[in-house]
């Protein structure tokens, strides 16, 4: 099956908001193409791979698709202080995951091109590297859910500026645990630490913001060094990931023709770097309105996408952009009591609401 130079929706990116998009476009009867320039769907994961209990449906509760359950959050502050909270969730297998949510668009007539990629727009028409060919495709509509440097965002000067770079290792847990842990620490500016279980291994990590002046590899090295003192893991090394997390809040969703989901389009927490239960979200929400356009040949239904979109997430994600801020504000002035801003600016405290 070879690339079609015509289609209803072209969907750049076969990630949770790709697929999802892709999928609920395609059932309303929509000629849907879904490009990724990876050569193995879900690979590299660059997702610390927590979800929370309530997007669970997405993936129909495949046990194949978890690696395990998980039942509360312990935050670790800064002065060594273990706060549990209740936490209901899921860890994944997110490559796994990602090849479900674009098989079930496949199964539904999406025609999905891997080692394809989307070089640059003009107007209405994509130019497309297609293994080592190029190739110019003409869709009515275009859905950019290519992550957080979309190229398309950048064709319509859409895109995020604010970021958290992260890395990430695989590394065998001392013993099982069914709860996440995230720290907070000096050493990791901007952010924090977290280890997230697999059953006997976990996902150990940072996030931080550059503009600081520490390298995440660094952080993560200091974070390791923690954790391994603490027998909290072993000192190997089994994978590693790197990956930048937008901070900066929900962006313009549209732009005539030209659509903006997941990551892409700003739909992740930017204090808690969570990004899968938004792109599963706003992309069933982006296939129905997609369809609806196509169907009733009027793009302006297009800005009804951004609007329920914004009227659902816009608040929270902004109010999370300006706590982003606030706690940013103890790496400029560290005579600020560190551990009182973590209360204000974690998601688990109460005080981050007010």
């Known amino acids: 099956m070879g690339l079609p130079t015509e289609c209803d929706v072209l969907v750049i990116g076969a990630g949770p908001a790709g697929s999802t998009t892709a999928k609920y476009a395609a059932e309303a009867g929509i000629d849907v193409v879904l490009i990724d320039k990876r050569k193995e769907l879900g690979l590299p994961v660059q997702c610390a791979e927590h979800i929370p209990f309530q997007v669970i449906y997405f993936a129909n509760s495949k046990k194949e698709l978890i690696a395990q359950k998980i039942n509360y959050m312990q935050t670790v502050m800064p002065t060594g202080d273990i706060i549990t909270t209740d936490s209901k969730g899921y860890i994944i297998h997110r490559d796994l995951f990602d090849k479900y949510l674009a098989e079930k668009a496949r199964n539904i007539d999406v025609r999905v091109?891997?080692?394809?990629?989307?070089?640059?727009?003009?107007?209405?028409?994509?130019?497309?590297?297609?293994?080592?060919?190029e190739h110019i495709l003409t869709p009515r509509i275009i859905v950019d859910a290519s992550g957080p440097n979309s190229i398309t965002g950048k064709a319509i000067g859409i895109r995020n500026t604010s970021y958290i770079h992260a890395n990430q290792f695989l590394m065998p847990?001392?013993?099982?645990?069914?709860?996440?842990?995230?720290?907070?620490?000096?050493?990791?500016?901007?952010g924090y630490g977290w280890v997230f279980p697999k059953v006997d291994v976990c996902n150990v990590g940072v996030g931080v913001n550059l503009k600081f002046?520490?390298?995440?590899?660094?952080?993560?090295?200091?974070?390791?060094?923690?954790?391994?003192?603490?027998?909290?893991?072993?000192?190997?090394?089994?994978?590693?990931?790197?990956?930048?997390?937008?901070?900066?809040?929900?962006?313009?969703?549209?732009?005539e023709n030209v659509v903006l989901v997941g990551d892409a389009g700003g739909q992740c927490h930017p204090i808690t770097g969570s990004g899968v239960p938004f792109a599963l979200l706003c992309g069933q929400m982006a296939g129905k309105y997609v369809a609806n356009t196509i169907q009733e040949n009027d793009l302006k239904i297009l800005k009804e996408y951004e609007k329920e979109c914004t009227d659902t997430f816009g608040d929270s994600l902004m109010f999370a952009a300006q706590k982003r801020k606030l706690f940013e504000s103890y790496w400029f002035n560290p005579v600020r009591d560190f551990n009182e801003l973590v209360k204000k600016c974690w998601v688990t405290f109460g005080e981050y609401y007010w």
């Open 173 to 190: 847990l001392k013993e099982k645990r069914e709860f996440t842990e995230v720290y907070f620490r000096k050493y990791i500016p901007g």
């Open 213 to 255: 002046g520490i390298p995440p590899r660094d952080a993560l090295k200091n974070f390791i060094q923690e954790l391994v003192k603490q027998d909290v893991i072993i000192d190997q090394k089994l994978n590693t990931i790197a990956g930048i997390i937008p901070a900066g809040g929900l962006l313009p969703l549209s732009h």
């Open 113 to 133: 091109f891997t080692e394809t990629e989307a070089l640059n727009l003009y107007r209405n028409k994509v130019k497309i590297r297609h293994g080592k060919n």
